[in-house]
């Protein structure tokens, strides 16, 4: 069975956003020189309070930032991390991306299907697990991976993958492989909007095969090349400012040379 509202609709359960959420909103556009560059993390603070992305936080980000709803709503159905439906108390997130998929990952996600009874971008009856099938998570050198709020679950199989779900609906404590203990998707969705849970430093962030290259270059002293901001020690003494300078210069050439093609100037191969 499948909780579920069609997209945009408003529920009795989402939380309205009250004047504390909106100061904290207010306090997220301040921080950036363009107010509207903060609409992404403002987004995460609404699903974070309503579980979604609904008509109110849209329309409360929209008077914010003087944008209009619609720009709101573009942005807010452009990005598949904001969620128009009714979220559950977790995310869970499978990786069947080519390499994922290759090493396990759609047989997780279809064990995962069977087990809760649900397809992609559903949510269980009992309200705890929404399950995804996701793109590359960035980790494939653990593959095949799930991520549970956004923490990683490396290395995973149908059983253990089983295994966290149940221990999520169970309310016991689980901890991400590298990353924190989980918590939950809207207490999630706050940190990515910009406010600290203080797990920060809780669990490993890199192990294994993350710090493979890591570990050649120390053995054979490689370091990797730097520039001093005064008298620059870099290519042949050339300075950070420099180095700036003629990457300018570069692009400006680059452009130059492509506003003067053939296919945009008269008499090239473009023109009848």
């Not at 573009?74 to 069947?96: E, L, N």
């Not at 923490?151 to 253990?160: A, K, Y």
């Not at 300075?239 to 008269?266: F, I, L, M, N």
Request: aromatic share 6%; with cysteine.
């Amino acid at each position: 069975m499948v909780t579920d509202t069609p997209t945009g609709e408003e529920t009795p359960f989402d939380p309205a956003i009250g004047p504390e959420t909106v100061a904290e909103l207010r306090s997220l556009a301040d921080r950036y020189p363009e107010a509207r560059s903060a609409l992404l993390p403002m987004l995460h603070l609404v699903q974070s309070v309503q579980g979604r992305v609904t008509s109110e936080g849209i329309a409360t980000c929209a008077e914010i930032l003087g944008l209009s709803d619609a720009e709101v709503s573009a942005v807010a159905t452009f990005y598949t991390m904001y969620k128009r439906k009714p979220m559950g108390t977790h995310h869970v997130g499978v990786c069947t991306n080519t390499l994922c998929a290759i090493m396990g990952g759609d047989e997780i996600f279809d064990r995962l299907c069977g087990h809760l009874d649900i397809g992609s971008d559903e949510t269980s009856e009992d309200g705890q697990i929404t399950l995804e099938r996701v793109e590359c998570n960035a980790a494939c050198d653990f593959a095949p991976v799930m991520m549970v709020n956004w923490e990683f679950f490396d290395q995973q199989t149908p059983e253990s993958a089983i295994e966290v779900v149940d221990r999520l609906r169970a309310g016991e404590p689980v901890q991400a492989t590298r990353g924190a203990r989980i918590t939950s998707w809207r207490e999630a969705e706050r940190v990515l909007a910009g406010f600290e849970d203080g797990l920060v430093d809780e669990g490993p962030a890199a192990v294994g095969p993350s710090l493979a290259g890591l570990a050649i270059a120390r053995e054979r002293g490689w370091t990797a090349p730097s520039y001093e901001t005064q008298a620059g020690t870099g290519r042949a003494g050339e300075s950070k400012a420099q180095a700036e300078a003629e990457a300018d210069t570069r692009r400006a050439e680059s452009e130059t040379v492509a506003e003067e093609s053939p296919a945009d100037t008269k008499g090239g191969k473009g023109d009848d």
